[in-house]
């Protein structure tokens, strides 16, 4: 039987049934400092997808640092057929100065799919794009909220992709979100040139949080298994079913002052219910936010200080909330009691 022929990347070569990091050169800073972009690749002995799983594109967004870390950990890459490349931190800028953005103040995630004379960032966005996933036959990009914001664990695709719709039904988050492609989004530019790209997002800026990265690695190998990457030993199907949501709505604070929230994210509301209360310092006005419809809270703000039209709550709209209400229990009641995690503490 003939030997699987060797991965080629950034000048190296990595033999089947080995994994190796390569360092992609992105640029050099002011003062002489190289810049790479790390990416970590698996090649399978035997034939199979090449999916790529992507992290830090927004440089606070380090929860998917950690859910990277944990997946190349996974024992169940022993047996990887296929190749995976893995990429921890794409925006090394950003990640180092604890910034969503590059040093020339653009937001990585709306440059794609970038040129190779352009700015910092439209370099980085044609680096990624044609070394990565051009190269690749499935993306999974993982992603926070931005500070002062969190995150309930959830799957984002664009409304007419029937592919992408069922890869989010197998990785098994609380929520499955439609969400349009936006102008310059590594999503959009991936859809261009005919590659799928699942969108994870979990937790809160520049924070760890032990569900959602709990929630991210089991997804990723529920999906890795599904492609025909991975063999089913060890990996727990989900309990429940995503709840899909196709429309969602941010509620704005209708005044400034102190949120007092009394809603969490993944609680389920009804049309009508008190989700916060905004009031002023002396506590002689208060304002509250209300639910405009039945709905599952995806998102919210964590700072306590609000100004007129902060967004305070996510709101992604839910077609039965008894429905609703019993899958996200489910789902968080498996991410608990998983064992396969255990070992990885949180510091």
Same mark, same amino acid.
């Given at each position: 039987m003939a030997r699987r022929a060797a991965f080629e990347i950034g000048g190296q070569t990595i033999s089947a049934g080995t994994r190796q990091t390569v360092d992609l050169p992105v640029s050099v800073l002011s003062d002489h400092t190289p810049v790479s972009m790390s990416v970590h690749v698996v090649h399978g002995k035997a034939d199979g997808p090449t999916v790529f799983v992507s992290a830090g594109i927004h440089g606070d967004e380090v929860i998917g640092v950690e859910i990277v870390r944990r997946l190349l950990r996974a024992t169940n890459l022993k047996s990887l057929r296929g190749t995976l490349i893995v990429i921890p931190i794409v925006n090394a800028f950003g990640f180092l100065s604890h910034?969503?953005? &590059?040093?020339?103040?653009? *937001?990585?995630?709306? =440059? /794609?799919? %970038? #040129?190779?004379?352009?700015?910092?960032?439209?370099?980085? @966005?044609? &680096? /990624?794009?044609?070394?990565?996933?051009?190269?690749? *036959? &499935?993306?999974?990009?993982?992603?926070?909220?931005?500070?002062?914001? #969190?995150?309930?664990?959830?799957?984002?695709?664009?409304?007419?992709? @029937?592919? #992408?719709?069922?890869? @989010?039904e197998v990785f098994g988050a609380p929520v499955i979100l439609q969400s349009p492609l936006r102008k310059g989004s590594l999503r959009g530019a991936a859809k261009d040139i005919g590659k799928d790209v699942l969108l994870f997002e979990a937790g809160e800026g520049l924070r760890f949080d032990e569900m959602s990265v709990r929630a991210g690695v089991a997804g990723i190998l529920r999906v890795l298994h599904h492609v025909g990457q991975l063999p089913a030993k060890g990996i727990a199907k989900p309990k429940a079913p995503s709840q899909y949501c196709t429309s969602s709505k941010?509620?704005?604070?209708?005044? %400034?002052?102190?949120?007092? #929230? /009394?809603?969490?994210?993944?609680?389920?509301?009804?049309?009508? *219910?008190? =989700?916060?209360?905004?009031? *002023?310092?002396? %506590?002689?006005?208060?304002?509250?936010?209300?639910?405009? /419809?039945?709905?599952i809270v995806v998102g919210r703000a964590v700072l306590p200080i609000v100004n007129e039209g902060d967004a305070v709550f996510h709101l992604a709209r839910v077609k039965s909330m008894a429905i609703a209400e019993g899958a996200v229990e489910d789902l968080n009641d498996q991410l608990s009691d998983d064992p396969l995690f255990d070992e990885d503490e949180i510091i």
């Open positions: 910034s969503r953005y &590059l040093p020339d103040r653009r *937001d990585l995630n709306r =440059m /794609f799919p %970038g #040129t190779s004379g352009g700015s910092l960032a439209s370099r980085l @966005a044609h &680096l /990624f794009l044609n070394e990565i996933v051009a190269r690749c *036959d &499935l993306g999974i990009d993982l992603h926070s909220a931005a500070i002062h914001r #969190t995150n309930l664990p959830q799957v984002r695709i664009s409304p007419d992709n @029937a592919y #992408t719709a069922r890869l @989010a941010w509620l704005r604070a209708p005044a %400034g002052g102190l949120l007092r #929230t /009394f809603r969490a994210d993944g609680d389920v509301v009804a049309k009508g *219910d008190v =989700m916060a209360v905004v009031a *002023d310092p002396f %506590g002689e006005l208060e304002e509250e936010v209300i639910a405009p /419809f039945n709905g």
